[in-house]
């Protein structure tokens, strides 16, 4: 804060020694040497049809940016939204069937109870062929 304010009251001393050297030189009678500009600047009229100019060039360029980053932005919010409403779904199964992907334990007993109705099926199977080649 200090730094800036010093800085200001610095430039402001100079510039007022630079207009006061050049009021004593008016005083005194010192005519100014008159300085030729370095580039030409074209007329108001330039200005101001240069400057309409740009603004719409520059107004068309900034409205389709403006319309691309809306339909870029709408776009990856529908993906994200749908990306998120899947996983949301996802976790919600997770929770309501502990796991979905994995298949729930057969009770043993249940398992040898299928085994011998297969067995007692081909065991009858065979009977039948046999009944019926005799």
């Given at each position: 804060m200090y730094f800036l304010l010093t800085l200001?009251?610095?430039s402001l001393i100079v510039i007022t020694f630079m207009l006061g050297r050049k009021f004593l030189m008016l005083q005194n009678g010192q005519a100014?040497?008159?300085?030729?500009?370095?580039?030409?600047?074209?007329h108001f009229q330039e200005w101001k049809y240069m400057v309409i100019k740009n603004i719409k060039k520059y107004g068309y360029a900034g409205l389709v940016v403006?319309?691309?980053?809306?339909?870029r932005s709408a776009n990856l919010l529908v993906n994200k939204y749908q990306e998120i409403k899947i996983e949301i779904k996802n976790r919600y199964?997770?929770?309501r069937n502990k796991n979905p992907n994995q298949q729930k334990?057969?009770?043993k007993f249940l398992k040898v109870i299928s085994?011998?109705?297969?067995?007692?099926?081909?065991?009858?199977h065979k009977i039948k062929e046999e009944e019926e080649n005799l």
């Open positions: 200001f009251f610095i100014f040497e008159k300085q030729e500009l370095i580039f030409k600047t074209p403006t319309i691309r980053l809306y339909f199964d997770k929770k334990e057969v009770s085994e011998y109705k297969h067995k007692i099926r081909k065991i009858k």
